[in-house]
C-alpha cells in the first residue's frame, strides 16, 4: 500500500509532501499529525508543562490537537472525514478508480479557538499497472545510484529487473 505523509499545523497551513505516482485500484493512505499553535493566552504552563516542557517559560511551540475533524478532498471534493486521535495523528485510505491526475488536499473547519485550515496542494497521478511497475524500477534506479554510486545503482536496478522478467516469462511458459 502506497503512503502520502501528510503534515497538519493548525494557525498556519497543513503541508501535503511531494508528488505522488500511484496504481489504479489500489489503496493509498494519506496520514499524518494536526497541530495548533500553542502561545499567549492558550498555552498555559501547568496543563502543557508536564507532558511538553518544551512548552514552558513562554515558549511558542506547536501541541497536537486530538479528537478533532479532519476531512479529505479530491479535486474539491469532500471524500472522507476523521477524527484525530493520540498526538493529533489521522489517516485516510482512498482507491483511486480511473487513470488520471488527482488534486489532494486535507482540511480542518476549525474550531471554537482554532482558525479553519488548508492544506497545500498535492498532485497525484494515478497510472495503470505496467506504467507503475516502470516507475517504481525508476525509483530503485535513483535510490541504489544515489547510494552506491550512478553505474553500480544502474546495472544492480537492470539485474533485478531481469531477473524479474525472466521468471515472468518461464511462469509464461510453464501455463503453455
Known sequence: MDKITVQAFV???????????????????????????????WCIPQIYCPKYPECCFGADCW??????????YINGKKVDETTTQEEGYFEFEHVFEDIGEYIVQVHFPGDWKNRESWSN????????????EQWKWLELAKLLAMTFGIPAGILIAYEIYKRKREEELLLIAALR
Open 11 to 41: 494557525d498556519t497551513k497543513i503541508e501535503l509532501k511531494g508528488f505522488e505516482k500511484v496504481p489504479v485500484g489500489k489503496p493509498v493512505k494519506f496520514y499524518g499529525t494536526l497541530k495548533w499553535h500553542c502561545a499567549t493566552p
Open 63 to 72: 501541541l497536537p490537537l486530538e479528537r478533532a475533524p479532519v476531512e479529505l
Open 121 to 132: 496542494e498535492i498532485k497525484v497521478v494515478v497510472v495503470g499497472p505496467d506504467e507503475y
